[in-house]
């Protein structure tokens, strides 16, 4: 199983749903005002049109089944506040990257992260059926790695020079995850009490 053509999850602070093209003008203002967010990123989405070739080659590659990105709606704010995704995705081997996660500054720090984390860890232990979802991101993003950390991933170890940044320099990329085993023993439980 792959997904469902419109996959959509959700809970009382957070809606997400599968990234469309139409999609664009819900995020324009941040890859124009907020370019500074793709900094550790491999994929830039600053200016209109970083943003229109991030969401075309995210839907392309839900289209090939190699992801699904989804955009996030936070109904607190109500207002859309960034994307994550499922990449990376191997079936046999019941794995699955969680990452490509980006918000804009105010959703920053908010507990929203942990809500989108909740709802997609859940839906790749619990629905999907995946053994390993593993996490990651340049080595010198203390904020990002630290979040991870905070939703319960454990880290494994860095890859040397492993990507190449849109600046033409490499980046090096700390690599985290989380277990099954683990899910079901505490992270599950200390995540649910951290989003209450």
Same mark, same amino acid.
């Given at each position: 199983m792959?997904?469902? $053509? $419109?996959?959509v999850l959700?809970?009382?602070?957070?809606?997400l749903?599968p990234?469309?093209t139409?999609?664009?003008?819900?995020l324009l203002?941040f890859?124009?005002? $907020?370019?500074?967010?793709?900094k550790y990123?491999a994929?830039s989405a600053?200016g209109k $049109?970083?943003?229109?070739n991030?969401i075309?080659?995210?839907?392309?590659e839900?289209e090939l089944?190699k992801?699904?990105p989804?955009?996030?709606?936070?109904?607190k704010?109500n207002?859309?506040?960034?994307?994550?995704?499922?990449?990376d995705i191997?079936?046999?081997f019941q794995?699955?990257?969680?990452?490509y996660?980006w918000?804009g500054k105010k959703?920053?720090?908010?507990?929203?992260?942990?809500?989108c984390?909740w709802l997609?860890?859940?839906y790749a232990?619990?629905q999907?059926?995946?053994?390993r979802?593993?996490?990651?991101?340049?080595?010198?993003?203390?904020?990002?790695?630290?979040?991870m950390k905070?939703?319960g991933?454990?880290?494994e170890g860095?890859?040397r020079?492993?990507?190449?940044?849109?600046?033409?320099?490499?980046?090096s990329?700390?690599v985290?995850?989380?277990l099954k085993?683990?899910?079901d023993e505490s992270?599950?439980?200390s995540?649910?009490?951290?989003?209450?």
């Amino acid at each position: 199983m792959f997904f469902p $053509e $419109e996959l959509v999850l959700e809970d009382e602070r957070v809606l997400l749903r599968p990234l469309q093209t139409e999609d664009l003008n819900f995020l324009l203002t941040f890859s124009e005002q $907020e370019p500074e967010l793709w900094k550790y990123s491999a994929v830039s989405a600053a200016g209109k $049109e970083g943003m229109k070739n991030y969401i075309n080659g995210a839907v392309l590659e839900r289209e090939l089944k190699k992801e699904y990105p989804f955009i996030i709606f936070d109904k607190k704010a109500n207002e859309y506040s960034g994307s994550s995704r499922f990449y990376d995705i191997n079936l046999p081997f019941q794995s699955t990257q969680l990452g490509y996660t980006w918000y804009g500054k105010k959703f920053q720090r908010s507990g929203l992260n942990r809500h989108c984390k909740w709802l997609m860890l859940n839906y790749a232990f619990e629905q999907w059926g995946m053994v390993r979802v593993e996490f990651r991101a340049d080595h010198r993003n203390d904020r990002s790695i630290q979040a991870m950390k905070n939703i319960g991933c454990t880290a494994e170890g860095i890859l040397r020079n492993n990507m190449p940044l849109p600046d033409g320099s490499r980046r090096s990329s700390i690599v985290l995850s989380i277990l099954k085993d683990e899910w079901d023993e505490s992270v599950k439980s200390s995540l649910q009490k951290k989003i209450c």
